[in-house]
């Protein structure tokens, strides 16, 4: 039979009871932000012409979001090195808005050409 080395957990455990209240109070904040957020665009559904199947798909972003940056907060409070996620991140987020600029620009594109045959 082999020896097990757990000496790895006798580390862990001092290190994850220390980051415990960090932890709870990120997953705490998570929901209460989550839930703030859901309920303040329902309230704008609520409060405008908008029906709630046109905030839903808001809500799923804002919930998707938040639940993104808890998990990577989690993580990069347990120890793992995350500088590099951030970075990648924050180039998808950029390609992302640089793809919607080429889009609209074609689209505007297009849209012109058509109301110039049609003139």
């Given at each position: 039979?082999?020896?097990?080395?757990?000496?790895?957990?006798?580390?862990?455990?001092?290190?994850?009871?220390?980051?415990?209240p960090?932890?709870?109070?990120?997953?705490?904040?998570?929901?209460?932000?989550?839930?703030?957020?859901?309920?303040?665009?329902?309230l704008?559904?609520?409060?405008?012409?908008?029906n709630?199947?046109d905030?839903?798909?808001?809500?799923?972003?804002v919930?998707?979001?938040?639940?993104?940056?808890?998990?990577v907060?989690i993580?990069?409070?347990?120890?793992?090195?995350?500088?590099?996620?951030?970075?990648?991140m924050?180039?998808?987020?950029?390609?992302?808005?640089?793809?919607?600029v080429?889009?609209?620009?074609?689209?505007s594109?297009?849209?012109?050409?058509?109301?110039?045959?049609?003139a």
């Amino acid at each position: 039979m082999q020896n097990i080395d757990l000496s790895f957990i006798e580390e862990f455990v001092p290190q994850f009871l220390a980051a415990l209240p960090l932890l709870i109070g990120i997953i705490v904040g998570a929901f209460v932000l989550s839930y703030v957020s859901c309920r303040g665009l329902q309230l704008l559904a609520d409060r405008t012409s908008l029906n709630h199947n046109d905030v839903a798909p808001f809500r799923r972003i804002v919930k998707w979001v938040i639940r993104v940056v808890a998990i990577v907060l989690i993580l990069s409070v347990l120890g793992f090195k995350l500088d590099g996620i951030w970075g990648v991140m924050s180039t998808v987020l950029a390609m992302i808005a640089i793809g919607f600029v080429a889009v609209w620009s074609v689209l505007s594109n297009v849209s012109c050409t058509v109301i110039m045959l049609i003139a």
